[in-house]
């Protein structure tokens, strides 16, 4: 995949189809502050289409990306676990995620972004094991890769893997700031993308392959 472009579209507080194209979306999900605004801005190649705070808790809506004139969504969820909300917010942003993943039949991924240097919290486990039993695919982007050394990574890349049981090919390092990484993200988004239901070819041949379920 090139990304050639990408434009904010829309937020919205509760999940609606038609307000938006029918066309594939994937999710970028992952506590608050992992560097989801970050991951964004690098992946679009600019530094404002996504907002980047050092306060936790900044995105609040789930905002619609969209890129390559329509090809597809990129959906910024509002971060988890940020411990300064209320409760209330807290359940309020949870039912928002909730329904979008159980909601959006354009779905085709979901990229979790965890952070690298340190070993996944309990409510990573929760959204990898909420993807899981819900069946919804996923792969894992390990940010702030640029923070470690390269044996530390491989080590970091380790522990997550184990703490999600699943395999180290589909965690990615990646860095913003150190601009690594990307490639192997797009190409991961290539498959789920070519793996939509309405990208299929004309013959209905399901296209074949190894993604996280």
């Given amino acids: 995949m090139k990304v050639k472009n990408v434009k904010f579209a829309l937020s919205m507080a509760k999940f609606d189809p038609s307000a938006i194209a029918d066309v594939p979306r994937i999710a970028v999900a992952g506590r608050s502050n992992v560097g989801k605004s970050s991951f964004i801005n690098y992946f679009a190649n600019t530094n404002g ?8 808790g900044k995105t609040k809506l789930l905002n619609f990306f969209e890129v390559n ?3 597809f969504y990129l959906v910024d969820l509002p971060g988890y676990g940020f411990a300064k909300a209320s409760d209330a917010e807290r359940r309020r942003w949870g039912a928002m995620i909730d329904g979008y993943l159980a909601e959006d039949e354009r779905l085709c991924c979901v990229a979790v972004l965890v952070d690298i240097r340190h070993e996944p919290t309990a409510l990573d486990k929760q959204m990898i ?5 819900n069946a919804i695919p996923f792969f894992v982007i390990a940010t702030k ?3 470690l050394s390269k044996e530390r990574v491989r080590k970091q ?16 390092p990646v860095s913003s700031s150190a601009k690594l990484g990307l490639e192997a993200v797009l190409s991961k988004m290539d498959v ?14 399901p296209i074949e392959s190894d993604r996280t379920t």
């Fill in 49 to 56: 289409i996504a907002k980047t705070s050092s306060t936790p």
């Fill in 69 to 71: 004139g329509g090809e």
């Fill in 129 to 133: 094991a909420y993807l899981h039993h």
């Fill in 145 to 147: 890769a640029d923070k």
């Fill in 157 to 172: 890349l380790r522990v997550i893997a184990n703490a999600f049981a699943m395999g180290q090919a589909d965690i990615t």
């Fill in 192 to 205: 789920f993308l070519e793996e939509d239901p309405d990208s299929m070819p004309v013959d209905g041949a």
